[in-house]
């Protein structure tokens, strides 16, 4: 089992910054990527940023510029640094990672989620 934890939702005032991290713990043998989704009332899940094992990162276009996904290897974490945030951010964020795990003599692909945590941007 693959446990994610996330912390650093809340409220912040538009164009001010916010740091959401998120820790894997669990029989994890290898991460292959760690992503951030979010999704807004009413709204279907979509994903904001994505970062590779080798580090790549990958963002949709209305958060280029302003969002950055790192990672820490050796603590199985993920972070996302939102910048200059808008009313439209507002949304639940996801924590989502993929990767392989030990199960005894064998490997098993996982792909787990975090609990969510509410960002919301509002004066």
């Known amino acids: 089992q693959v446990q994610l934890v996330e912390s650093g939702g809340g409220l912040v005032q538009p164009g001010g910054p916010l740091i959401l991290s998120c820790a894997a713990s669990?029989?994890?043998?290898?991460?292959?990527?760690m992503g951030w989704y979010r999704q807004a009332p009413g709204k279907q899940r979509e994903l904001v940023a994505q970062i590779t094992s080798t580090g790549t990162p990958i963002y949709v276009d209305y958060v280029k510029g302003r969002f950055t996904i790192s990672g820490d290897n050796a603590k199985n974490t993920v972070f996302l640094q939102m910048n200059s945030l808008k009313p439209e951010d507002t949304a639940v964020y996801y924590c989502?990672?993929?990767?392989?795990?030990?199960?005894?003599?064998?490997?098993?692909?996982?792909?787990?989620w975090g609990q969510g945590t509410q960002v919301t941007v509002s004066s």
């Open positions: 989502n990672v993929g990767g392989l795990a030990s199960g005894g003599s064998f490997l098993r692909s996982f792909d787990a």
């Open positions: 669990g029989r994890i043998f290898s991460i292959i990527d």
